[in-house]
């Protein structure tokens, strides 16, 4: 089973795509690091709740909705 970290960053993934944003875009868009997006993609950080406000709101989505499925 892959860890809570992995499918958030699955599901930022997931979203980041179907608003054809690159993680470059995204990082842009959030004011997040590019390298720091990346990380969080891969499930390599546990993202703070107020960067988890920043990456839903560039995607355009509540903090609820990007969790969904997580």
Not at 9 to 14: A, D, F
Not at 22 to 41: F, I, K, N, P
Request: charged share 30%; no cysteine.
């Amino acid at each position: 089973m892959d860890s809570v970290l992995v499918r958030f960053g699955n599901r930022v993934r997931e979203l980041r795509k179907k608003k054809g944003l690159s993680q470059e875009g995204l990082a842009l868009e959030s004011g997040l690091d590019r390298s720091y997006v990346g990380g969080v993609e891969r499930g390599e950080r546990n993202i703070s709740q107020e960067n988890i406000e920043k990456l839903a709101k560039a995607l355009g989505v509540t903090a609820a909705a990007l969790m969904r499925g997580v």
